[in-house]
């Protein structure tokens, strides 16, 4: 197993971290690594924003809610950004009937995660530790509003990089047998009710066993949890005012 390899496969994520500021050349290198990942079409449809004002990390905290929002050695914002694609077109109605498409908005997405990615895998080849923050989307508006976005750009999430204030456990992942499936969709219900009761087992053991935190729970149990409750409901209609994925 190479050091990447490894790096990879040693990710957990840090939620507390120590004072230390990253440096601003740590700051570009995790940028420009961001800007290696690939991208569809050459469009790099996505924008990062470093947040080192008080103020504006105090306003997204109190919409997080958690208080690494604002303790953090950087904080990053990644946004799904056609606004310069669209300054570069002629405006015509072919051009924004393509940009306002749900094609177009999956593309800056997963531009935006894999440069995402990219940037969490150089943060911890550093030695630093990481936290993606979807919480920034509890209200998506404000977000928008602090960082001053203008239409055809949408804040996805942050990433909280920093020095890690102390070692976290790795949290357990699903049997490759769920997540993988060759040539076809795995419709064998059975074989995966089986599969997902074993490894509720294992992440049970793990809540029970780790140092902070310990708790009675399944993954089975939080996704039940997850999606019978409605939440930030108002990110479709946000999307939409923003010109984006609106047919």
């Known amino acids: ?17 120590t004072d230390e500021k990253l440096t601003t050349e740590q700051i570009h290198t995790i940028v420009r690594a961001a800007q290696q990942a690939s991208t569809s079409s050459y469009v790099m449809a996505y924008t990062i924003i ?4 008080e103020d504006k990390k105090e306003k997204l905290f109190a919409i997080s809610g958690q208080p690494y929002v604002k303790n953090n050695g950087h904080l990053f914002i990644f946004c799904a950004d056609l606004q310069r694609n669209y300054q570069l077109t002629d405006k015509s109605t072919t051009v924004i009937n393509g940009l306002q498409s749900t094609e177009q908005f999956i593309v800056a997405t997963v531009d ?30 404000q977000t928008n509003d602090i960082l001053e976005l203008p239409d055809y750009v949408i804040p996805l999430f942050g990433l909280a990089v920093g ?66 409750t409605n939440i930030r409901m108002d990110v479709n209609q946000f999307v939409k005012n923003k010109k984006m994925n609106t047919h």
Not at 2 to 13: F, P, W
Not at 50 to 53: F, K, Y
Not at 124 to 138: A, F, M, P, V
Not at 201 to 220: A, F, L, P, Q, V
């Open 112 to 141: 935006a995660s894999l440069a995402a990615q990219n940037a969490s895998i150089a943060a911890e080849s550093l030695g630093l530790g990481i936290c993606y923050l979807g919480s920034l989307r509890n209200d998506i508006n």
């Open 50 to 53: 470093g947040v080192t004002d």
């Open 163 to 228: 020095y890690p204030a102390k070692q976290t456990e790795k949290k357990p992942r699903l049997p490759i047998d769920v997540i993988y499936h060759e040539n076809k969709y795995n419709t064998n219900e059975a074989k995966q009710k089986e599969l997902i009761h074993s490894f509720d087992e294992h992440i049970t053991d793990y809540y029970k066993g780790r140092s902070e935190n310990k708790r009675m729970d399944t993954w089975s149990n939080q996704i039940r949890n997850k999606y019978s």
């Open 1 to 17: 197993m190479n050091e990447t390899i490894k790096t990879i496969m040693n990710h957990r994520s840090v939620r507390k971290f």
